[in-house]
């Protein structure tokens, strides 16, 4: 790997760039559309920025970037992206009420008109969100995309962490995934009757991922366009922790059916909490409800148990926020253990009581999934693209 790092380098990457021309015929290396690049252990990445409405003649900019590219001695692989700012304004709380006027501004009961991109063979997607890292976002995401299969549906799991992609890990799927045929687009990898993805496939662990916020929307939307996804019921998406740009472009720009935001007892925590719920509610987003994580520990040995972060915070938030509180997640040795196994709780030891409190958080999150998707159904459908 060190010979890829010393052969290869972003000048390098630019000049062979030179030869790729954009739609006006400029060199792509000096176009102002070449927003990023980023080399790292023999893999490259490239973000372009553009105008949607130029999309297709940028297509053909961005495969032969591609190419050329992957072309450079030294090169493992590359990851050329197109992303589009958008140029309308967010959809802000009041406006956003103005917008459902002449006389149905309640109908929708909170469901949004679809907008962004919708994913083909996937019928919903569902965001688990947290307002900060480290309080077990990922562990939750996996367990609950598990817990909802034993419910019958058809369910896939996107690793939408960029930064600290765990989906790997608590599967214990390591490789990369194949393409279809004609190159354009990557098959989910599966276990445990899931489909699976993450950025996670694509780089090596220990890669440190120095991305700016376009490139990250960017890689994100590739791996829900390009990926084929479906038939799937639902495509739960584990997002990056916090409630920055990367995380609100991401509610607005993909069509998603509800939130579901994971917390720990502890008051730093809720406010963060508190400001994933808001985020989700300034685009219009139905919360699905809130998860207590860590809510009290278990002793291994004796059984016994402690509230070591307090207990009930977020049931207490959820209620102040009007949203529903969906369930408690002990702090267990067995759950951190299997889940470092690459063996989530759900398939290590499914009869455990903490099995149990990932099904219980699942049958919430399916309930209210149904509420919101037959709201949604309700209304007028808009697509503004």
């Not at 809130?290 to 209620?319: K, L, Q, T, W």
């Not at 499914?350 to 149990?356: G, R």
Request: aromatic share 4%.
């Amino acid at each position: 790997m060190m010979s890829h790092t010393a052969e290869l380098s972003e000048d390098t990457v630019r000049s062979t760039l030179a030869k790729v021309r954009t739609p006006e015929g400029v060199a792509l290396s000096v176009s102002p559309a070449l927003a990023g690049v980023v080399v790292t252990s023999g893999k490259v990445y490239l973000s372009i920025n553009i105008d949607p409405a130029q999309a297709r003649a940028w297509e053909d900019v961005r495969i032969a970037a591609e190419n050329a590219v992957k072309a450079l001695p030294g090169v493992a692989s590359a990851l050329v992206t197109l992303t589009a700012e958008r140029k309308q304004a967010p959809a802000a709380p009041a406006p956003a009420a103005h917008n459902h006027g002449h006389g149905h501004g309640h109908a929708h009961g909170g469901a949004p008109a679809p907008r962004g991109i919708a994913v083909p063979g996937v019928a919903s997607i569902i965001a688990v969100a947290s307002g900060k890292g480290g309080v077990g976002k990922s562990t939750t995401s996996i367990n609950l995309a598990i817990a909802l299969r034993d419910l019958g549906l058809k369910v896939g799991l996107l690793d939408a962490d960029i930064y600290g992609p765990s989906v790997p890990r608590l599967t214990g799927v390591a490789q990369k995934p194949e393409t279809t045929p004609d190159g354009k687009t990557m098959l989910p990898l599966e276990n445990f009757g899931l489909q699976l993805m993450s950025i996670g496939f694509l780089v090596e662990e220990d890669t440190p991922m120095i991305w700016r916020g376009p490139m990250v929307m960017s890689a994100i939307s590739q791996m829900l366009k390009d990926v084929k996804w479906g038939p799937l019921d639902v495509l739960v998406v584990d997002m990056p922790p916090g409630t920055g740009d990367a995380q609100l472009t991401m509610a607005q720009q993909v069509n998603l059916a509800g939130a579901v935001i994971v917390s720990t007892p502890q008051d730093l925590a809720l406010i963060d909490a508190r400001r994933g719920v808001a985020m989700f509610e300034r685009v219009n987003v139905p919360i699905l409800g809130v998860v207590e994580n860590m809510a009290y520990f278990v002793c291994p040995h004796c059984g016994g148990r402690s509230d070591i972060f307090g207990h009930g915070g977020a049931h207490a938030e959820a209620d102040k926020l009007g949203v529903p509180f969906l369930g408690e997640i002990p702090l267990h040795m067995r759950i951190r253990e299997m889940s470092d196994a690459g063996l989530p709780i759900l398939v290590s030891d499914p009869d455990s009581p903490q099995a149990a409190a990932y099904r219980h958080v699942a049958t919430g999150v399916k309930a209210a999934l149904d509420k919101a998707t037959a709201q949604s159904r309700q209304a007028p459908r808009i697509v503004i693209e």
